[in-house]
């Protein structure tokens, strides 16, 4: 067996030891590999000093190696644990940090310490990449695990009903299957820095009678934390944009942008699926409307984070105003004293209501409250930034990166609110300085032929990443099929990138394109019902190995472009429901189905 194809399976090597191994012999030439094998061997007839001589040594290699897995959607999740993986090594132990979708399912039997940071996403749905360890440990096949301890990260947003509801899960199937918790599960709203480190902390400490510290020299770490540059969310590169064009006809009730970035000399570098994440500042408008309404001065001195900057500062650049959480509204109950408001936070179905369809000024204004600068500063969230998948390629735009971006715009009670990332994209001026950062997404990938077919499914705003692929595949020169399907309101006013899309047609690049305009006839057609429509061609791809991609709104297109692809199988399939489930189940786990939903 070559030393590259070696894992701690094939072998009486734990995890840890594997990656040591691999990272030592990659740093040694031939004559000092033969003369380290000669040593081994001799070693190995004369016995260790100290150390036990039978299988009970790959044991003691296991206790010696943290585990580290992570389940990320956003990338939130894989920087808390690349993180706590640096905090180990520089503690001086083995670790083994590991994505949940790289990590063998069947190593967990041999795993003494398991440190997990995952997030949840959509309504309790596991990340992608946790999803086959989520269904594993669920399963009958997930072994006895007394052997282990572990500790649960869990990441999510309170502002959803299944609040870190994949972390749960695991810490409920880990200790029903004989585990030890080390340190409680740590249950992280989107404001988790604070309670992250205290975990990280508290984790360390707990490890220490159960793993011996060897040196930082010995320490592995995958190389699963590679990211594609050094500009991460943290640390944001700041980019120039350059153009902020809208892409809707005059008449079109929506507001739809192209957006144009340089990246310049940054180096960073992008593939077709990823996203860019993009920090933005709060517009002055709603600011001002706030320190109105609340009688509050904006050059009043406020504390955050440790920093002392104005109150008009701290709004603009570091606090959330377009988002509630319920949190917020609790709060803002108790400061106002109001019976309706204090009845919608007691009732956590009304409250998520009233986050979903309110902005912190609509809260301030319906409920008066007398506060201070640092009260109100200390209820609200830190900004973070918005993800848009990112719609160019860099085979064909180097080193710029493109955006689709729909302006969230609603007009409540007379006044309108507006999305807060999507305003300040959409009244850029060009020149502006903007700080952004790639999510690598590698599970929205384009297959690794080029020669294979796909299926694109992106109506509105979700056709972004599909014109990153077309962009790819083209410079690539695949010859493989392409099929698009898109909808939106109206032809004449809503058709995005209409141009494009008819060139790649004329030069053979796209194959086919579905389009489903809802509102040009008296009853609605979306990309859902054009699949249904073409479902006996669609079959014939997906069974001649065509992947298929999904891209938009989570709450309502994917669930019913789900449903509409299991009546597909099933009608032109031949298969039952429970079949048809299992085919597209399958599919997924082929990383044939993939999805980016939002």
């Known amino acids: 067996m070559l030393l590259k194809e070696l894992s701690s399976l094939a072998s009486p090597l734990s995890a840890g030891q594997v990656d040591k191994l691999k ?43 943290i585990t580290i897995l992570y389940g990320s959607q956003t990338g939130n999740g894989r920087g808390i644990a690349t993180e706590l993986a640096g905090k180990a090594q520089a503690q001086g132990y083995a670790v083994n940090l590991v994505s949940m979708a790289d990590y063998k399912t069947r190593q967990l039997k041999q795993e003494s310490l ?19 360890l989520h269904k594993f440990l669920s399963s009958k096949r997930a072994p006895k695990l007394d052997n282990l301890n572990y500790s649960v990260l869990a990441l999510g947003d309170s502002s959803y009903e299944f609040f870190c509801q994949t972390g749960k ?43 011996q510290s060897a040196g930082a020299s010995v320490v592995s770490i995958a190389s699963s934390q590679a990211s594609s540059s050094n500009y991460t969310k943290q640390k944001p590169y700041t980019a120039e944009l350059l153009v902020s064009q809208k892409l809707t006809g005059r008449d079109s009730d929506r507001d739809i942008r192209h957006v144009e970035i340089e990246l310049g000399e940054s180096g960073i570098s992008y593939q077709a699926g990823d996203a860019l994440g993009v920090w933005f500042t709060n517009s002055q408008a709603l600011v001002s409307e706030l320190l109105q309404v609340l009688e509050l001065d904006g050059d009043e001195s406020v504390s955050v984070g440790g ?15 377009t988002q509630l959480y319920p949190g917020l509204v609790t709060g803002w109950a108790e400061l106002s004293q109001n019976a309706d408001l204090q009845a919608i936070s007691a009732d956590k179905a009304l409250t998520r209501e009233y986050v979903n369809n309110n902005q912190v000024a609509d809260l301030v204004r319906q409920y008066p409250a007398k506060v201070t ?15 848009y998948s990112i719609a160019s390629s860099q085979s064909e735009v180097e080193s710029e990166v493109h955006l689709t971006v729909a302006l969230v715009e609603e007009v409540r009670d007379g006044v309108t609110r507006f999305g807060g990332a999507s305003q300040f994209l959409a009244s850029a001026q060009e020149g502006q300085e903007v700080q952004v950062y790639v999510e690598p997404n590698k599970h929205f990938r384009l297959p690794e032929n080029p020669e294979t077919p796909v299926i694109m499914v992106g109506p509105g705003t979700g056709v972004a990443p599909f014109r990153a692929f077309m962009q790819e595949r083209a410079a690539q020169g695949a010859q493989g099929n392409t099929w698009l399907f898109f909808g939106n309101p109206h032809f004449e006013q809503d058709f995005l990138y209409q141009t494009e899309w008819q060139q790649y047609l004329q030069g053979g690049e796209l194959s086919r394109i579905d389009l489903a305009f809802s509102r040009d006839q008296e009853h609605k057609i979306y990309v859902q019902h054009k699949i249904t429509e073409q479902g006996d061609a669609l079959w014939q791809w997906l069974e001649s190995g065509a992947h298929l991609y999904i891209c938009g709104d989570a709450e309502r297109m994917a669930k019913d472009v789900h449903q509409a692809l299991l009546d597909v199988v099933v009608q032109h399939g031949g298969k039952s429901e429970e079949q048809a489930a299992q085919y597209l189940e399958e599919l997924r786990a082929a990383k044939r189905y993939q999805k980016d939903v939002y």
């Open 307 to 321: 920093d002392s900057l104005s109150l008009r500062e701290a709004l603009t650049n570091k606090k959330e105003l």
């Open 373 to 387: 600068a640092e009260q109100f500063v200390a209820l609200l969230r830190g900004i973070t930034p918005r993800l």
């Open 114 to 132: 398991l440190l997990l940071v995952v997030s949840t996403h959509g309504e309790g749905d596991a990340p992608d990449d946790a999803i086959e």
């Open 169 to 211: 899960d695991f810490e409920a199937r880990l200790n029903a299957l004989g585990a030890k918790s080390i340190a409680p599960l740590a249950e992280c709203d989107v404001d988790y820095q604070a309670q992250a480190q205290q975990w990280q902390a508290d984790v360390l400490e707990a490890v220490k009678p159960l793993v």
């Open 23 to 65: 990272q030592l012999t990659a740093e040694l030439n031939a004559v000092q590999l033969a003369w380290v094998s000669g040593y081994l061997a001799a070693t190995s007839e004369q016995g260790v000093a100290g150390l036990p001589q039978t299988g009970a040594s790959a044991q003691v290699g296991a206790e010696q190696t």
